[in-house]
């Protein structure tokens, strides 16, 4: 479980509102809730203790736990759609996108609400939630926020998904934990006082950046499970590594983008001999 407490809690405002109104309208458990994308990925940075502010966006994402598809359409009657998506409606006057997954998804990884013409994909989002952290809001409802490597974990499939058509956001986004790992002390701990961590550092030579990276690689892994993270592995291994590295990195982040196009190349290499649950880098293989 991650530790959210060092978190600032204005950042709790908006999803406070969000989810405070979903409650009031409907039967949804707070517990089916998650918070994902970019609400959740700045609470992430903010539990880091790193104060500089991330590429923005406007997005709210709401993924719901459902064993039916009659909470949500219940949900959803008593709200005003905006855009085209058939996920994203009026909460309180913010636009926000309801993912629903679960039961309901058929088939596994993909869930197909009536009011739109496609599935959404939701691929990984039961055993995200499986793990993430409890976050009570100022209303008193506690909900969930993915660990990091969840959030890589919904990141790097979302990066699968798009690439095809040359959309490279997800790149700029998954080198936020990317980041986390590399300046966190408690992953300098795993590499410096666990075996695991130990292994995988002195495979690295002792770059500690390379092996923290791998490291998320690994928990991305252990996060997903076996089926899980071979699909992603399947589907990572096949997209356009090259354009990933070429875009690894995020102008907000300091000492990121890299500089170093070999730098880059390294340390998308490191993410994936984790994700293959290597303990070493893809060339020692």
Known sequence: ???????????????????????????????????????????????????FALRSTSDIDVALTL??????????????????????????????????????????GSSPPSPRKESVAVFGFREVIEQATPLTLPCGATVSVPH???????????????????????????????????????IQDRLYESKQGRDVLLAYDLEADRAAIHLLGLDVRE?????????LDDTWSCSPLELFARNFGQAEIPGWPVKSDTQRASFTEALTAGLHGLQGPLESR
Not at 84 to 89: A, E, K, L, Q, V
């Open 1 to 51: 479980m991650f530790d959210l407490s060092c978190t600032d809690r204005r950042l709790f405002d908006l999803p406070n509102t969000v989810v405070e109104e979903i409650l009031n309208i409907s039967n949804i458990n707070p517990a089916d809730i998650m918070l994902i994308g970019a609400v959740s990925r700045d609470i992430l940075h903010s539990a880091h203790k790193h104060t």
């Open 67 to 108: 064993a039916s598809w009659d909470a949500f359409d219940d949900l959803v009657s008593r709200l005003e759609p905006t855009g085209d998506t058939g996920i994203r409606y009026y909460i309180r006057s913010l636009p926000v996108d309801l993912m629903p997954f679960g039961d309901i998804e058929n088939p596994t």
């Open 148 to 186: 990091p490597a969840g959030y890589t974990a919904l990141k790097m499939k979302a990066w699968t998904d798009r690439a095809p058509s040359h959309e490279t956001k997800d790149v700029s986004d998954l080198s936020v934990p990317a980041f986390w790992y590399q300046k966190s002390a408690a």
């Open 223 to 231: 996060h997903l499970g076996t089926e899980r993270a071979a699909e």
